[in-house]
């Protein structure tokens, strides 16, 4: 059978076609797709609480917390959405902060912020982690936020409710919490002994204690009102607001529908398709990676390699976790011993080379179509021009054209 398929590289997709192999494509349902501006509208006409506009009177400062460059969320959109209700409420546009949610990685420029926020973009500013303040702790660690969202009077944000490595799903407290948080809250819930717990696994909600944490963390931050968007393939398929559990809870449920597919546990080799804005660095781009052999089933048999085709335009990426990332695996004499170094500790950021190193350990990782190959081989993994050229002849390969939106599950 020849393996013939397109995936997702950059802003568009690339065929291949492998004559000398059997493969089988793993394709979501995908479920339907809304126009997100119709969706958030409805979403906070009828949320899970009160409305924002019942929230909030004149005269009160509100920071929304919005996702930055590595999220594909229409976060002009619902800012749209919500400055209306805002607006509804009472709440003069000058007294509106919009905070974009960076974590660890690097600042948005101005054309980035003018193309993701429209005519919000001149409300907007970059998070700093290093300028947050403590409000308060979770567990004994200090959450620290951005001033603006430490000093307002509602805390607000938008998210993209997306299979996420530890979280399950992102999106909730999680743009708050981690994205205008500060280093001690993302060293505390990234490091290895949260990330060994039971139940901090991808696409897992309930009994996560990842998600459990910075759940309580959010309502330290005091999370206000959520407007969230999940997707699938065929684009945005729904949207919730109000408390950010139940928006949580409930957008999990449906990507959870739309993203899953059963699969096998014996194949030679996964291509696992990144896209934009995930695969312009080697950061982001290793989520497809990790997402395959430590989700819910892992299709690949002993000695598997799977193929990452990304362009990393900006390498390993720029922003500190990203730099830290990188430290930690081109300084590495091996997977086996950067994993268990890491097992002892590291700072924020770096908690991706601890899982990639996991999963290096058992399979070979190769990134094809890149324009950075040599941060590929510097990071112990393989670097190759083209996905045939990663692929060995006669294998059993599994095609997963969108990576990052497929869950792959057990199909017994």
Do not use: W
């Not at 014996?266 to 990676?289: C, H, S, W």
């Amino acid at each position: 059978m020849n393996a013939r398929s397109d995936l997702l590289l950059g802003d568009g997709r690339i065929y291949i076609s492998l004559p000398d192999s059997d493969a089988t494509v793993a394709d979501p349902p995908g479920g339907d797709a809304v126009d997100p501006r119709e969706a958030a509208d409805r979403a906070v006409a009828d949320p899970h609480g009160p409305t924002l506009s019942e929230r909030v009177a004149p005269g009160d400062e509100v920071a929304v917390v919005v996702t930055d460059v590595t999220r594909a969320t229409p976060d002009d959109a619902l800012l749209d959405v919500l400055l209306d209700e805002l607006r509804d409420g009472g709440v003069d546009r000058a007294d509106v902060t919009v905070v974009i949610g960076l974590g660890l990685h690097r600042p948005m420029g101005d054309d980035e912020i003018r193309a993701a926020l429209g005519d919000h973009a001149d409300l907007a500013v970059n998070h700093d982690a290093d300028a947050a303040v403590e409000v308060g702790d979770v567990d004994g660690c200090s959450v620290e936020l951005h001033p603006a969202v430490a000093a307002a009077d509602h805390v607000v944000s938008t998210g993209m409710v997306e299979p996420h490595q530890y979280a399950g799903f992102s999106g909730g407290a999680k743009t708050v919490v981690v994205g205008a948080g500060g280093e001690p809250i993302i060293r505390y819930t990234h490091g290895p002994e949260m990330l060994a717990r039971d139940g901090v696994r991808l696409g897992r909600v309930a009994g996560n204690p990842f998600r459990e944490t910075i759940d309580r963390a959010g309502d330290v931050a005091g999370v206000d009102f959520c407007l969230n968007v999940t997707h699938g393939p065929s684009g945005i398929l729904d949207a919730a607001a109000g408390d950010h559990r139940a928006v949580v809870r409930d957008l999990a449920a449906t990507a959870r529908d739309a993203l899953s597919v059963p699969v096998a546990a014996d194949y030679d080799a996964v291509i696992a398709g990144v896209g934009a804005p995930k695969d312009a660095n080697l950061y982001q781009t290793t989520r497809a990676a990790t997402y395959v052999a430590l989700g819910d089933q892992n299709p690949l048999r002993e000695g598997g390699r799977i193929v990452l085709p990304a362009t990393l335009s900006e390498g390993a990426g720029r922003g500190t976790g990203e730099r830290r990332f990188y430290n930690r695996l081109s300084g590495a004499e091996s997977a086996a011993a950067l994993f268990e170094e890491m097992r002892e500790g590291y700072a924020p950021g770096a908690q991706r080379a601890f899982v990639v190193a996991q999963v290096l350990r058992e399979y070979d990782v190769y990134v094809t179509n890149s324009d950075s190959p040599s941060v590929v081989e510097e990071c112990l993994m393989n670097a190759r021009p083209s996905i045939d050229e990663a692929v060995e002849p006669g294998s059993d390969v599994l095609v997963v054209p969108d990576a990052l939106n497929t869950l792959l599950v057990s199909a017994t």
